[in-house]
């Protein structure tokens, strides 16, 4: 079955430190969503990504957050200067298109910022 | 725009008792409907769905019906395990796919 890999499985960084988080999406699939749960909270949206372009973010993905396809199969996302409320576990998920279908997630990338 | 209210946990049950998870929600037209669940250490997994009105969705032997007339999505299962303790979050998305609305997720623990 067809699934949604992301790496690292978890990382730990040092506050004001960068840290790319990436996934790689389920072939084919057209829409891409970041997501984030803080220990045991919420499961918050971040940002959506279709047809190479970002279609919504959330008032959490501010400047030092960004996303990107760099090689058009993977689909990243950068925290440029991580801060320790930035700890969490972070969700990548992929819809292959519009219609009735649900979102598939990965087992997602625990962040641990010191 | 379109949102998901669901029931504070936890719920602590003991094995083999009822389970009724409340969910209802608000959106724009009639959306699919979902519950995905979360055991504990890994990600979300779809549980169930339903696309349309009237709809059951069913898995590992959970049900939830899509009820328009009351705007609701129940997940209820009629002997809970041990193995069912995990966090269960009910969600829709949004008219345009570009998000989908998690519910604030309800935890179950199942004591033997």
């Known amino acids: 079955e067809p699934e949604v890999t992301q790496t690292p499985s978890h990382q730990v960084t040092q506050m004001g430190q960068e840290v790319i988080l990436r996934c790689v999406p389920i072939s084919n699939h057209l829409y891409f969503y970041w997501y984030r749960q803080i220990l045991g909270q919420k499961v918050e949206f971040l940002v959506s990504?279709?047809?190479?372009?970002?279609?919504?973010k959330s008032e959490i993905f501010d400047d030092q957050f960004s996303v990107e396809r760099p090689d058009g199969s993977n689909f990243t996302l950068k925290i440029r200067s991580t801060k320790l409320e930035d700890s969490a576990m972070y969700f990548c998920a992929t819809l292959p298109g519009q219609g009735d279908t649900e979102a598939f997630f990965g087992q997602g990338t625990r962040l641990t910022v010191v | 725009g379109n949102s998901v209210t669901q029931m504070e946990g936890p719920v602590t049950l003991s094995e083999e008792a009822f389970l009724t998870i409340n969910c209802t929600y608000t959106a724009t037209g009639y959306p699919s409907l979902f519950w995905y669940v979360q055991y504990p250490g890994e990600g979300l997994q779809l549980l169930l769905k339903a696309t349309k009105a009237d709809d059951k969705g069913s898995n590992k032997g959970f049900e939830a019906t899509y009820r328009k007339e009351t705007t609701s999505f129940h997940l209820e299962k009629g002997s809970v395990q041990v193995s069912d303790s995990a966090v269960y979050f009910c969600a829709l998305p949004a008219y345009n796919f570009n998000k989908f609305y998690f519910g604030s997720g309800t935890k179950l623990n199942v004591k033997p």
């Open positions: 990504f279709y047809n190479n372009e970002i279609s919504e």
